[in-house]
């Protein structure tokens, strides 16, 4: 059948109304170098810092230096099968990371893939690895403590949740352990944990993954990786990564607590990654944003107000000292950065004094703020007594002769000291630490030798948990330590110490 010109006319009318457009545009760059997880390309003339970027194998990478001529780009992963002459297009997005409750339990790289043989993570929740840190309208006090089980720290620098408290010292002093103990004690508390392991080996983290799965603390629990074998741009990216996973459970409302370990390796890997990129040097070699390299990932640490829903983030920041060189770069750095710091000396821990934390140059900058009343009546005078102890015994060792006084606050110090030892991954709850400190500051433990206080601090426990079970029950649910149950406890164990007899003896 025949159409005449008017049907016709309409019918390529409506066609053409119809019609839509399957193009494309694509900025494409070629790359003119590559080496050292390096990359240079030209023809990204519209590429955003921070982009990514991705080269014809599938390999990602993000825009950093956006130059004139060409584009600084960082490769997150191999770059052996990247050629020169390759083209690399961009994506128009910038770096996401898988987050949610399907992580819990696992060990993941720093880009968020899953390294631990478990299969894919099933999640369908992203957010971006850069982030702003909440305002301080949108924060609250840190008042709320966050128990470690280490009876040094709870008394001495305590924690609160929101706080970022750094723990520093030199190589092999006990910092791991501090952090690990931390995770170990959050068991059955309502915390999830996220442990950063930066530039380790990764024997050292599979170690460290299984003793999580022994302490059943796995559980509650991600675990992300960027080892030693890894390229600079991993280790530089995995702190932010892990980061912004613990955002998207501090915006449910949930408390999270992070440990970097350690900052000292992402700086290197920082300052590796800048020399490459051909940014200027300036102080021992770091660029000179070092300092907001971390400051914009430690401000991400808070503890939101109740009207975004009252979830934290507590961060443990890890940075190694040389020599005891507290004022380095680095350390200053993140000294300024935190809200205290938890300095481990050489010294204290090769004499046996573990863990090794120096009263003297650790402090909380929350105090007493993130501590419960019971334990802040116990240890009140206890750094104060710590630090006249430290005085005293550099004094005695001129042998000049002591009054009864000066023997008997040595004698106290020499206490206090084996009280505040603990052995490893051995965390203790926070009744038994306040019982135990009580019973040193009332003096029970002056006539027990030194070499006998552990075994007098064990026995004396499972004697209150048999005699007075109602006095320990009534320090956890309070948290207080109220007339009428320190007359209890004072009576409980003064009949105990009555009986004790010391196998130095």
Not at 15 to 42: N, P, V, W
Not at 58 to 81: H, P, S, W
Not at 349 to 364: N, Q
Not at 454 to 477: G, Y
């Amino acid at each position: 059948m025949a159409l005449d010109k008017e049907d016709l006319h309409s019918l390529i009318k409506q066609r053409i109304s119809s019609f839509q457009s399957t193009s494309e545009m694509e900025e494409i760059g070629k790359l003119t170098y590559l080496g050292d997880g390096i990359a240079r390309a030209t023809g990204l003339e519209n590429v955003m810092s921070g982009e990514l970027l991705e080269f014809e194998d599938g390999t990602i990478g993000m825009a950093q230096n956006l130059e004139r001529k060409d584009v600084g780009i960082v490769i997150f992963g191999e770059y052996f099968n990247i050629r020169v002459g390759e083209t690399v297009r961009r994506t128009g997005h910038i770096m996401e990371v898988p987050v949610g409750d399907a992580l819990i339990g696992r060990v993941v790289d720093a880009l968020g893939n899953p390294v631990d043989g478990q299969g894919p993570i099933k999640t369908s929740k992203k957010r971006p690895v850069e982030n702003e840190a909440p305002g301080v309208m949108d924060r609250q006090p840190v008042e709320e403590p966050l128990q470690t089980g280490i009876k040094a720290i709870d008394s001495l620098v305590p924690i609160g949740r929101g706080q970022r408290e750094l723990i520093i010292g030199d190589r092999k002093t006990g910092k791991t352990t501090i952090a690990m103990d931390t995770i170990l004690n959050q068991r059955g508390k309502d915390v999830i944990c996220i442990y950063v392991a930066i530039g380790q080996k990764e024997s050292s983290v599979r170690n460290m993954t299984e003793t999580l799965k022994k302490y059943r603390a796995l559980d509650y629990t991600i675990v992300v990786s960027a080892s030693a074998s890894n390229p600079a741009p991993m280790l530089y990216i995995a702190p932010y990564v892990a980061t912004a996973i613990a955002e998207e459970f501090m915006h449910e409302g949930k408390h999270v607590l992070i440990v970097y370990d350690d900052l000292s390796k992402q700086a290197a890997a920082y300052r590796e990654m800048s020399l490459l990129l051909k940014r200027p040097p300036g102080r021992e070699a770091y660029p000179g944003d070092i300092f907001y390299l971390h400051s914009r990932l430690l401000e991400r640490s808070a503890k939101l107000s109740d009207a975004l829903g009252g979830g934290s983030i507590t961060s443990l920041p890890i940075v190694e000292t040389q020599a005891g060189d507290i004022s380095a770069y680095i350390p200053t750095n993140v000294i300024s950065i935190t809200d205290g710091q938890i300095f481990l000396e050489s010294e204290l821990f090769f004499s046996g004094i573990r863990p090794a934390i120096s009263a003297g140059l650790s402090v909380s900058r929350v105090g007493g703020s993130a501590q419960t009343k019971a334990m802040k009546k116990v240890s009140g005078t206890l750094r104060l007594d710590l630090a006249t102890f430290r005085e005293l015994e550099a004094f005695t060792q001129f042998g000049s002769d002591l009054d009864a006084s000066t023997q008997q606050r040595l004698n106290r110090g020499h206490r206090t000291v084996e009280v505040l030892k603990q052995g490893l991954h051995q965390v203790m709850p926070m009744e038994e630490q306040v019982i135990i400190l009580y019973a040193l500051t009332k003096g029970f433990l002056d006539v027990v030798p030194v070499r006998d206080i552990p075994r007098f601090e064990s026995e004396l426990m499972t004697n209150l948990h048999f005699a007075v079970p109602h006095v320990i029950e009534e320090i956890v649910t309070t948290k207080k330590l109220t007339d009428e149950v320190e007359v209890e406890l004072f009576a409980a164990i003064k009949a105990f110490a009555s009986g004790f007899i010391p196998h130095s003896l």
